[in-house]
Nanobody
Framework: VQLQASGGGSVQAGGSLTLSCAAS????????LAWFRQAPGKEREFVAATSWAGGNQFYADSVKGRFTISRDNAKNTVYLQMNSLKPEDTAVYYC?????????????????????WGKGTQVTVSS
């Protein structure tokens, strides 16, 4: 599975961005899909995940109520709608896929254990 994230950019605080991550190589319909981020000098952290059927979503507390993850299995794509962006959201955002069933465990599981990773896309939020 190859994952390609896009949609990053520079916005002012309070603005919005939508990230996309397209998968190729095989269908990711049976995989949980997630977004992580890594700010300069910090470890990669979990942001949001959606279960394989899209029926369940889980968010980090820091983005809950502002970010929305969704997926379109027909397009083999996962999205991250980011609203009310804050300067502390500045980071490189990565999408990832895993066959995990309980997506809530992704918040504490080491990111390196994800099955597949895409290259990141930079999000910069200015104050």
């Amino acid at each position: 599975v190859q994952l390609q994230a896009s949609g990053g950019g520079s916005v002012q605080a309070g603005g919005s961005l939508t990230l996309s991550c397209a998968a190729s190589g095989r269908s990711v319909s049976w995989y949980a899909l997630a977004w992580f981020r890594q700010a300069p000098g910090k470890e990669r952290e979990f942001v949001a995940a959606t279960s394989w059927a899209g029926g369940n979503q889980f968010y980090a507390d820091s983005v809950k109520g502002r970010f929305t993850i969704s997926r379109d299995n027909a397009k083999n794509t996962v999205y991250l709608q980011m609203n009310s962006l804050k300067p502390e959201d500045t980071a490189v955002y990565y999408c990832a896929a895993d066959d995990i069933l309980d997506i809530a465990t992704l918040v504490s599981r080491p990111p390196a254990e994800m099955d597949y990773w895409g290259k990141g896309t930079q999000v910069t939020v200015s104050s």
